[in-house]
């Protein structure tokens, strides 16, 4: 049973960074992935933000491309999201995400998420 702890969130003026970090309690090379989700006030569903697989590849939602940075510290087991040029939109709560196919089972696991603030 993985465990990821997330930080860096706050409150910001639009325009500026916060970088957030998730760190896990095993080996990140145990998950096939990791990731950034992020659920907005009144939306009922989390969306991805950001991915990385074990392999370094790297995906992001479009509203993010160009101002977000996601990576990873295998040494430190973290994983990092870099947010630059934030937007009043990118308000929401941040939560880390790592998925692990073991055998015939596959397995997703949460942080309990970090709430980040964008002012106008």
């Known amino acids: 049973q993985a465990q990821l702890v997330e930080s860096g969130g706050g409150l910001v003026q639009a325009g500026g960074s916060l970088r957030l970090s998730c760190a896990a309690s095993?080996?990140?090379?145990?998950?096939?992935?990791m990731g950034w989700y992020r659920q907005a006030p009144g939306n009922s569903e989390r969306e991805l933000v950001a991915?990385?697989?074990?392999?370094?590849?790297?995906n992001y939602v479009d509203s993010v491309k160009g101002r977000f940075t996601i990576s990873r510290d295998n040494a430190k087991n973290t994983v990092y999201l870099q947010m630059n040029s934030l937007k009043p939109e990118d308000t929401a709560v941040y939560y880390c995400?790592?998925?692990?196919?073991?055998?015939?089972?596959?397995?997703?696991?949460w942080g309990q998420g970090t709430q980040v603030t964008v002012s106008s």
């Open positions: 995400n790592a998925f692990q196919k073991l055998g015939l089972g596959k397995y997703t696991y």
């Open positions: 095993g080996n990140i090379f145990n998950f096939n992935s």
């Open positions: 991915q990385i697989t074990s392999g370094g590849s790297t």
